[in-house]
């Protein structure tokens, strides 16, 4: 969340935030509940002044001022109630407050461009040419079901639409993919791998600002417990409530989970094939780091993700998400697509985003700068490294050959028992 003093003494910066991101708020309404609040606040006076006077009852008594007493009792008793009544109201000012304020997104990066919408990210650069077909290729969907490799029709049997289930190939393939990804993140980026529940409660999810603005979106269990919808909110949630000393930053975290969304409100959209699924798979990146290396970590990160789609020879672009299309939680989100030919289009493969103190303050994870310093917020930072379903999808479409076959990736074989294609289905 926001730090409530950035809306009481800059208002104006949140208000510049909110047009750029054309996002409905109302900030009045928050900056005269803080100010109500400060007021309210003042109750320990009123209390400082009612334990005063109570001293001064006992002393009257004994000095036989009786009238004086009394007047002291009418005195310490308008007080309580006075305080009774403020009390009362600083509860429901604070709730309303707190709630505003969770509802409150992130404070776009000075380097984020505004725009209106998706259509309107920049490209940062392409890496790799688009390959060019002697044959029209075929979306991954229909690859898989030719090859028997992907099952949504039995998929949706036993759970329902938007499932999906890798079968012999297919399966080792997709498994692949994550043991490739999660030795590169591990070996040779260095990251610390973590097996993280798959459930997670309420607070860890407001930790990542996934609730309460997500809420539809999410599977809950009967417990009150969420699926956890991407190794985000484990992995943000690993020093919840821990002061961390700066010599420990940064922290590199990587997982392999599953995830799970109801996609709410998205139906009819990418509802074909493994792009948009309730059910996916993907290894996630996490970074704890200080707050003055946020900017080259972020990068760092990005590369990290990036270095996948290369080892993968698979052609794809970066690009910078606009404040009209920029996510409620990151200040910042590097989009790496990667080119599609059965879509005949660019999909977003991974999403790189900063978020500077916004999801440590709601986690309360904070480090040290020095032994005695007073405790700062960390910066945190996630990536895909990458969807692993959507990097299936990728290689069936960029890998498939005329025969109706589709080429294991080098980088691959190794995984995948010296496999060197899923070969053409016989008829």
């Known amino acids: 969340m926001i730090d409530h003093r950035i809306v009481r003494e800059t208002p104006d910066i949140v208000r510049e935030a909110l047009r750029k991101r054309r996002f409905d708020y109302d900030l009045d309404r928050l900056i005269a509940l803080e100010s109500r609040r400060r007021e ?4 320990e006076n009123l209390r400082a002044e009612k334990n005063r006077l109570s001293d001064q009852i006992g002393a009257a008594y004994r000095e036989g001022e009786r009238e004086r007493a ?25 709730a309303e407050f707190e709630q505003m304020l969770l509802e409150l997104p992130n404070i776009p990066h000075e380097e ?71 030795d590169v993140h591990t070996r040779e980026h260095g990251y610390v791998e973590i097996m993280p529940p798959y459930l997670a409660n309420a607070r860890a999810l407001v930790g990542t600002a996934t609730l309460p603005k997500f809420e539809d979106d999410q599977f809950k269990t009967r417990e009150g417990l969420y699926l956890i919808p991407t190794a985000e909110v484990p992995l943000t949630n690993m020093h919840q409530d821990e002061i961390l000393a700066a010599e420990e930053l940064p922290k590199y975290y990587t997982a392999y989970t599953a995830s799970f969304r109801r996609e709410a409100g998205s139906a009819g959209q990418e509802s074909r094939g493994l792009i948009r699924l309730h059910q996916f798979h993907k290894v996630e990146l996490m970074k704890f780091v200080l707050p003055e290396t946020s900017d080259e970590e972020l990068e760092k990160l990005t590369l990290d993700a990036e270095e996948i789609l290369k080892r993968l020879e698979l052609p794809y672009r970066r690009v910078i998400l606009c404040t009209g299309d920029l996510g409620f939680q990151p200040q910042r989100t590097y989009d790496l697509e990667v080119h599609m030919p059965g879509m005949d289009r660019w999909v977003e493969i991974s999403s790189c985003s900063q978020y500077g103190e916004f999801q440590a303050r709601r986690c309360n994870t904070r480090y040290r700068p020095e ?18 379903g959507r990097c299936l999808a990728a290689v069936l479409e960029n890998y498939q050959e005329e025969d109706g076959s589709v080429a294991i990736p080098d980088v691959l074989r190794p995984y995948m028992g010296g496999m060197v294609e899923i070969p053409a289905p016989t008829e």
């Open 70 to 94: 009394e007047q002291l009792k009418q005195q310490v008793a308008d007080i309580s109630r006075q305080i009774e009544e403020q009390e009362a109201e600083l509860e429901q000012v604070e």
């Open 112 to 182: 984020v461009p505004e725009g209106e919408d998706e259509s309107q990210n920049p490209v940062l650069y392409e890496r790799g040419d688009p390959r060019r077909f002697g044959f029209d290729p075929l979306p991954h969907w229909e690859l898989g079901r030719r090859l028997g490799v992907l099952d949504f029709e039995r998929a949706a049997k036993m759970a329902s639409a938007r499932f999906v289930m890798d079968v012999g190939p297919g399966a080792t393939l997709e498994r692949a993919l994550i043991n490739f990804m999660l």
């Open 40 to 43: 309210l606040l003042a109750v």
């Open 371 to 388: 032994p005695e310093a007073s405790p700062r917020f960390v910066h945190t930072m996630n990536g895909s490294g990458l969807a692993a």
